[in-house]
């Protein structure tokens, strides 16, 4: 070995427990030092090996990008990578391509704690992961004194690009995107993904954002045949503050990324880009204000299917403002900015008209009802007041209490639901599993139907956990001669999993989606074969094109 290799030898050692020179292939040329403490291998058995046997598959897209991203003489700082065969063990690979020497890679191997945040099957992390990442590091920023940025990017065109793609080429550039992302980020373990192009990641500051891009540039255009994308990144600084601020700058901050890209003037700092978030919200929460006073929405009935007749029991109304779609994030909006009540009272009043104009006086009607709704006197007040005024709606109005919100007082909401349950309606619990606070509200909440929530229900036919949880919550409610409904029966083979599991009622695409009028349930030929006599609901010819008349 050269004298000049020494040195540098040296240099590394100062901060590592071995040194790896890695040829451009990926060979080790070169293993020194404490392989076995580190590797779990002698540094004769590394030599002569690929890189790649050593590190975790999921972790070696990162490293890809490390190497494949080092410009001559450049150092970056370190990534943690899991060692391949060896739970718990992981090390920190710090990388510098040695000068003139045939494009060859030094890297000081260090031992070191795995990574704190799990991410998904390709290391990058959920938006819920990356926001507790963000919190321990700022904690430990305070004593390290290391000053972080939250580093926004943005891929135009990146899932077109992979949609162009066959199922393994497209997959494969997601994965080296991702561990291209990674190794940017912090320690490789500090990314998420936001959106189908959009991108976050903390890294030290100091770099210009747009060097980084040209690395990421050039990994995506070698995964992409060579198609380059319009990447671009901008970066915030995270002010040290109270934690309780940071995190909310934060979640406003990553909101506002999500709606707005870095298309217009990207905020200067996370207090900028908050204050903007926070007048958006501000804004869209004043026209929804506006468009519950004119009732401005619509409603969407979506049949519940009888699960042994397949015909409709009832029909759940659904709202739906102007753009048509899912109501959820304006539901959250309301309760967040107290619209709530006034949404679901809105909601209930259009219900009761469609049942008044019901001529058959068969049709039944659930509405939802927000967990923070039930819990006001004035509110159920007012439902008691409608129902008492016509006998008509009594046995055909059904209220289902959703878990988007919390439900605060469980003894004043339990008094509500019994009040309504009083006077003939039947009460339902819905999104049961979908919340932490599941089991409490059946045990303190006395009502007629437990709805149980569609994450479970769709797993339920690979027979899973979910199927053992979904098969006990339905004797447990048998037990408190609660009946069931199964939401978001998609296929037959979950359908006959729900069959099997003993739930009453179903819900979802195989019965027929959410549409103007409450129309009779699409009839195919399990359901046609049950006797129609117990059907509630007359039940017009099959198809989803069909109306309710
Ligand atoms: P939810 O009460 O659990 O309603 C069921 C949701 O699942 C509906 O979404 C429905 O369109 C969807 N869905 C039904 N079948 C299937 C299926 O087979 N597959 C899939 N993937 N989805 C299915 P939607 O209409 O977007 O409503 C979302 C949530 O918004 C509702 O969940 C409910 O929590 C809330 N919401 C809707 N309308 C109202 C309302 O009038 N008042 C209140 N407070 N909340 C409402
Ligand atoms: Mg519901
Ligand atoms: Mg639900």
Known sequence: MSIAARRLLGLAFANADMLLEIEPGGVILLALGAAQATLGADEKSLVGKSWRNLIVEADRPMLDALFGGIEDGARRSPLIVRVAGQPGRAVAFTARRLPDNGGRISCAVLAAPPPQAAGGADGLLSRDGFEA???????????????????MVEMAGFADARDALNDEAGAALE???????????????????LGDNRFVLLREQGENPATMIKRLSRVVSACAGGESLDASAH????????????????????????EEGLKDVPPHSLSQAMDRSVRRTLSKAGELGAALSQRRFTLAYQPVVDIQTGVAHHHEALVRFEDGGSPFSMVRMAEEFDLIEELDHAVVEQVVRQLKGDRTGALKLAANISGRSIGSEIFVGGLERVIKADSRLRDRLIFEVTESAAIDDLDVANRHIQSLRGLGCKVCLDDFGAG??????????????????????RDLASDGRDGALVRHLVQLCKELKVQTVAEMVETVEIEDAVRRAGVDFAQGWLYG???DRPGPAIVRETAAAAPPALAPVAVRRTGTSDQWR
């Open 133 to 151: 990442i963000t919190k321990s590091l700022m904690d430990a920023a305070k004593i390290t004194g290391q000053q972080l940025e939250l580093a």
């Open 175 to 193: 994965r080296q995107v991702a561990g291209a992302l990674r190794a940017e980020s912090h320690q490789g373990s500090a990314a998420a993904k």
């Open 235 to 258: 970066a915030v600084p995270l002010e040290s503050g109270s934690p309780a601020r940071l995190a909310r700058a934060l979640r406003y901050a990553l909101d506002d990324f999500i």
């Open 436 to 457: 932490a606070a599941s089991f409490a509200y059946l045990q303190r909440l006395k009502v007629d139907i437990v709805k149980i929530d569609g994450r479970y229900v």
């Open 513 to 515: 989606r959410p549409a």
